[in-house]
């Protein structure tokens, strides 16, 4: 499995780069800013798309339970190896800034509310601004699926996810993307947990009986 990873990270890194050409804006502590900025003078760029709409009150709690696993050390070794991890979600700055603060995170947040990017980078889905297209899914591919949420329900939706890029000089590559089940590694505890005897402890694990009250398929670690 280890080779196998490593054989997928590199056809990962031989997908063509798309130069990025729209100046998105963001929204952070120092006011408004440019992807560009975002990179904070290093080489590479890793945004974790964080669920948290606008209207919303607080953030999602799966995403929170990945953030709340990006540790200082784990920044300050990216930092090391040219790398910036930011947190962006559509959410008033002010709002992603009071729930930083209320959750203890050093890691810099952003808001790209009035903003193409989370639409452009599939994270939300809303027909109305562009087609719905999640996980390298097309609409009818999800429904032909039976993919619960992506399709159906209140507009706009809100989904996880990485994107990554790169700086070359002036100009800014998207290298890739991920969503889903794809961003677990993040913050980590579950490739620990899968290690061990009772794994997740979550309903859909194999075999059953082994979790005394398994937990649903959430990554939720509040309770």
Known sequence: MTRARDALNVRRRLLPMVRVEKDYVFHGADGEVGLAELFDGRRQLIVRHFMFGPTWETGCPSCTAGADEL???????????????????????EKLERYRAEHGWTFPVYSSYGSDFNYDYHVTLDESVAPVEYNYR????????????????????????????????????????VYARGAEATGGSYYFLDQTALGRQEEWEEPKGRAVDPHGAIPDFAT
């Open 71 to 93: 540790s200082e050390g784990l920044l300050s070794h990216l930092h090391a190896r040219e790398t910036t991890l930011v947190v962006v979600a559509r959410a008033q700055f």
């Open 138 to 177: 097309t609409k009818a591919e999800h429904e032909s699926a039976g993919t619960p949420g992506y399709v159906e329900g209140e507009r706009p939706v809100e989904q996880p996810g990485e994107s990554y890029f790169l700086r070359d000089g002036g100009d800014v590559f998207h290298t890739y993307s």
